[in-house]
């Protein structure tokens, strides 16, 4: 069997590995755009139940990861002035986004993958030949440009406006900043990934963008402003860049997963929005349905249906979660007219997937301190009544 496989991003080579460790006759490609030392971005994160998922299948590719990682079990919620730091009983583990791809890189070279780097995929031609076409070419997936009709999208832009930096520093403890700067909301979402370095996810509301200016503003400048307001917890440090353009988020949902010998994942597939911090572990997951389903056996198209049937539910309902978050921060100006522990517990189960017994899972002392005595004294009201 020949497989090529259309992305070295997480999807792309934790596909291309599992199948060839699975079946090692396969002739599995990977064709990726970048040169092996470069991607975009800077760290991300895997939390423990990525992790857990991964130790099951592949516990190899687990025990590398990790060993790159910083760990961290805590986070600090910061709205106006005020803050308070929310400890988690499972941690989250960050990885530079380039050493994630290096591993996964080296992991497939040692099963015997074809990782082409510098090869940009353009057209039908390229992949003519293969029995199977996975296109793991994330948010602007090419798969789905060179076969429109097989793979309509649809495509929702946000209003709030985004760049991806990093910062010289290890920013202690990992922390989400909500801020007033001159009548305009700001966000920051940063943590520590490697020594010495961190991912700083900058964000605006729409308003913000035209109100504060940003959109009369060159890149620089917005860095510039950025580096003003958030001086405090930057404590020194600079923004570094690597392509940290400003955008809007592109919710970009493919409509179909499959057509004949080819079939999406990760990014392609559906783009996971930054604020639930789960998009590299949904395309490393992707990969391991797709290969469960095939390594069943029989045709392709009957291991592509399998593929869809297991893994459409879990994607439906991370869909659903993701656009619950994006909403929520697109309505952060309102959301931050309220005291800090309201707010924190506004953003703790904004995807309406936590509820009150979840929530005292998740965060046991912030659900302990402050949600508990609010539960005790409404219970009591409603008593007297
Ligand atoms: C600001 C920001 C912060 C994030 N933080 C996190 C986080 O903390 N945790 C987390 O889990 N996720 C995070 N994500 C999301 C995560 O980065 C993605 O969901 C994840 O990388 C998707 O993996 P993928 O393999 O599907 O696609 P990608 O990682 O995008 O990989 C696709 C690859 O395909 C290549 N490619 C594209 N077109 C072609 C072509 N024509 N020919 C050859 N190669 C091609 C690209 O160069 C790329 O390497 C974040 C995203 C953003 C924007």
């Known amino acids: 069997m020949k497989i090529a496989i259309v992305g070295g991003g997480p999807a792309g080579l934790f596909f291309a590995r599992l199948i060839k460790r699975s079946r090692p006759d396969a002739e599995v490609r990977v064709f990726e755009q970048n040169p092996r030392d470069a991607t975009y971005g800077f760290g991300v994160v895997l939390a423990g139940t990525a992790r857990d998922r991964l130790r099951e299948v592949d516990p190899e590719t687990l025990d590398r990861l990790a060993r790159a990682m910083t760990f961290s079990g805590s986070q600090k919620i910061g709205l106006n002035g005020d803050s308070l730091v929310l400890t988690y009983p499972g ?14 890189g ?16 353009t057209g039908a031609a390229d992949l003519d030949g293969y029995d199977l076409i996975v296109g793991a070419d994330g948010a602007n997936s090419v798969i789905r440009t060179i076969w429109p009709d097989a793979f309509p999208v649809r495509s929702h832009q946000l209003g ?4 991806w930096y990093g910062v ?10 909500f801020r007033y700067h001159r009548g305009g909301c700001f966000i920051a979402h940063y943590y520590t990934y490697a020594d010495g370095l961190s991912t700083f996810v900058a964000e605006c509301d729409a308003a913000t963008w035209e109100g504060c200016g940003l959109d009369r503003m060159t890149d620089g400048q917005r860095k510039a402003l950025i580096e003003e307001i958030y001086a405090d917890v930057l404590d020194g440090g600079r ?12 919710a970009r949902i493919a ?12 990014d392609a597939l559906r783009v996971a929005h930054f604020s639930i911090g789960s998009g590299t572990r949904l395309a ?11 390594i069943e056996g029989g045709p392709v198209a009957g291991a592509l249906d399998r593929y869809v049937a297991a893994r459409r539910p879990v994607r439906d309902l991370f869909t659903e979660a993701t656009a619950r978050s994006y909403d929520w921060y697109e309505g952060v100006r309102q959301a931050m007219q309220t005291d800090l522990v309201s707010f924190v517990h506004d953003f703790l189960t904004r995807t309406g997937r936590v509820d009150d017994d979840r929530l005292k899972e998740y965060a046991p002392e912030f659900y302990a ?9 409404d219970a009591g009201l409603e008593l007297t009544a």
Do not use: Y
Request: hydrophobic letters at 45%; a positive charge; aromatic letters at 4%.
């Open 91 to 104: 941690s989250s583990g960050a990885i530079a986004r380039l050493t994630l791809l290096q591993i996964l």
């Open 106 to 121: 080296r992991l497939c070279d040692e099963v015997g993958v074809e990782v082409v780097h510098d090869r940009r995929i």
């Open 160 to 163: 709030n406006r985004f760049a």
């Open 168 to 177: 010289d520093r290890a920013l202690k403890p990992n922390a989400l900043i």
């Open 239 to 250: 923004l570094l860049e690597n392509n940290s353009i400003w955008r809007r988020f592109d």
């Open 255 to 266: 409509e179909r997963w499959t057509d004949g010998r080819a079939v999406l994942i990760g």
């Open 284 to 294: 490393m997951d992707d990969a391991v349905a797709l290969h469960d389903a095939l």
């Open 369 to 377: 301190r402050h949600i508990a005595p609010r539960r005790a004294q």
